[in-house]
């Protein structure tokens, strides 16, 4: 059965995770009608999130190695450091430092308080609603071209917001973009680029816990994962391969249309969510 919910999540990981709607609130929402009936946790959900960064990385693969390249060459003055590519290079870096900090000075509060289903919730209509806002109001004129370091500072904080979950780390620097006034495309292409470092390096951090620092049932203050390695790699590779297919067709749907659906989708499911929990449906 542990299997058989792997692959659910792992389809839910892959569908979510570059759709503003937080792939780590849903994966702790589904986990809680699977046979499961809890929080797959976050060690589990970190892991699987390398699957869908790996997809990120082959999608945007000629424009990584371009930036890559780019910035190596303008340590060595090969290349003007106001290079467009070595520039997003040092913003992407830049970018990352407040995730990785916030992310190490609350790991404990990440991983056990700010999981409360009571919390998501909230996290996902009150960013819903912001998402709205946001697209409504931004006026989506600015390209990545005019990505300044402060801006790609304040982005580093948005994406850091998506340690909580119901947050989303694609919707709370896409909404932090729109608000800049930065097109739809290229806010969510930042973020998606943004993510990278910080969502493998997270991963792999949890797959190294996991192997050096295995957790016992019955230790003190040790929350045994409910999937073992097997089925956790197996999400993992599922995520990976729906997670293609998705952020082609999301990259698609936004240079055309708006995030009103997202919207709406998160306040339908935030309020659905705080009624399951008031009726002892789900555990929080």
């Known amino acids: 059965m542990d ?16 759709l503003p709607v937080s792939s780590s609130a849903h994966i702790a929402i589904v986990g809680q009608f699977l ?3 809890a929080d797959p946790g976050a060690q ?12 990120v990385v082959i999608f945007f693969w000629h424009d990584i190695v371009r930036i890559i390249g780019q910035w190596a060459r303008s340590l ?3 290349v003007p450091r106001n290079d467009p590519d070595a520039r997003m290079g040092w913003l992407i870096i830049i970018g990352s430092l407040p995730i990785v900090i916030l992310g190490l ?9 700010l999981r409360n289903l009571w919390i998501t919730a909230t996290m996902l209509i009150v960013f819903g609603i912001l998402l709205g806002i946001a697209d409504y109001v931004g006026a989506k004129k600015r390209k990545l071209k005019d990505l ?17 979950p119901g947050v989303s780390r694609s919707g709370g620097t896409i909404t932090l973009g729109l608000f800049m006034g930065y097109e739809r495309r290229a806010a969510a292409r930042y973020a998606f680029l943004l993510a990278i470092p910080a ?19 019955g230790a003190v203050g040790c929350k045994p994962e409910i999937f073992g390695a097997f089925e956790t790699l197996v999400a993992t590779v599922v995520a990976f391969v729906v997670a293609l297919f998705v952020i082609g067709l999301f990259m698609n749907y ?10 709406i989708y998160r306040i339908v499911l935030g309020t659905a969510v705080f009624v399951l929990l008031a009726t002892n449906v789900i555990n929080a």
């Open 35 to 37: 046979g499961t009936g």
């Open 148 to 164: 300044t370091y402060p801006d790609g500072v304040v982005y580093g904080f948005a994406q850091s917001l998506a340690l909580v």
């Open 3 to 18: 299997f058989i919910n792997a692959i659910i999540l792992g389809l839910v990981q892959g569908l979510t995770e570059f």
């Open 199 to 217: 969502v493998l390096g997270s991963g792999f951090y949890q797959v190294y816990k996991s192997i050096a620092k295995p957790c016992i049932d």
């Open 76 to 78: 060595s003055g090969r």
């Open 44 to 55: 589990f959900t970190a892991i699987t999130q390398i699957g869908t960064e790996l997809a």
């Open 105 to 113: 000075l609350f790991q404990d509060q990440i991983e056990t308080v």
């Open 254 to 263: 936004i240079s055309k249309r708006s995030f009103l659906p997202f919207v």
